[in-house]
């Protein structure tokens, strides 16, 4: 079975570009989460959604993020304009239905540079 | 109070001795406990939950849970070089997992 797939994989890019992650959940699985990974601050949530709803943006550091999920395999998260304190990993991960039984499955992340 | 406490270590044990992880958190209403265990430049994997009171055991791995106490450890028994890595307690909160931020653990040969 394919796991979370993202994309890129890599991405640097200049301060005041756009920048757009994807993902592609596990076939199945009705959670998609969206993470954030620095040294500083460890591994963060910054939004989810159950069956291509937003549940919970409050993790979202401020106007300049957003995520969409258009449907049950896709899902993106947008950074307009970017900044070089938004350099981290970033995680799209999904889980199934059983929200007390919430066991997650990581895609490889995408490593973001901002310059 | 972070929501979910960890020594960040490192921790170094060497080769065969058993490693001992803690991890502490503060919503009493948690329910579901995980250690996820993250290689360098790699994103996090699973390797134990826990949901009940005592000691779940798999494999080299037991996960141990007080929930009066709040208090979740792992323990490797006969620790591998290969165990080097980042271990990450995880507390469900509703819907979603809060993790700590994690305990470097090296295995000395």
């Known amino acids: 079975d394919a796991g979370v797939i993202q994309s890129p994989r890599h991405e640097v890019t200049e301060m005041g570009q756009e920048v757009t992650l994807r993902c592609k959940p596990i076939?199945?699985?009705?959670?998609l989460f969206w993470y954030r990974q620095t040294m500083m601050r460890g591994l963060e949530l910054l939004i989810y959604?159950?069956?291509?709803?937003?549940?919970?943006d409050s993790g979202m550091p401020e106007d300049r993020f957003s995520a969409k999920m258009p449907n049950a395999s896709f899902s993106t998260l947008k950074i307009q304009p970017s900044e070089p304190r938004d350099s981290a990993v970033y995680f799209c991960?999904?889980?199934?239905?059983?929200?007390?039984?919430?066991?997650?499955?990581f895609g490889p992340g995408t490593r973001l540079t901002v310059l | 109070q972070k929501e979910v406490e960890q020594n960040s270590g490192p921790l170094s044990v060497p080769e065969g001795a058993i490693a001992s992880l803690n991890c502490t958190y503060s919503?009493?209403?948690?329910?579901?406990f995980f250690w996820y265990r993250q290689y360098s430049g790699k994103s996090p994997e699973l390797i134990m939950s826990?949901?009940?009171?005592g000691d779940k055991e798999d494999g080299r791995f037991t996960a141990q849970l007080n929930k009066a106490s709040q208090y979740v450890s792992l323990l490797i028994r006969d620790s591998q070089p290969s165990d080097s890595a980042t271990y990450l307690c995880?507390?469900?909160?509703?819907?979603?997992?809060?993790f700590g931020k994690g305990t470097r653990l090296h295995i000395l040969p």
């Open positions: 991960a999904s889980s199934l239905v059983t929200s007390s039984y919430n066991e997650q499955f």
């Open positions: 076939s199945g699985h009705d959670y």
């Open positions: 959604f159950n069956n291509n709803v937003p549940i919970d």
């Open positions: 919503d009493r209403v948690s329910q579901s």
């Open positions: 826990i949901y009940s009171n």
């Open positions: 995880a507390v469900n909160r509703d819907d979603k997992i809060i």
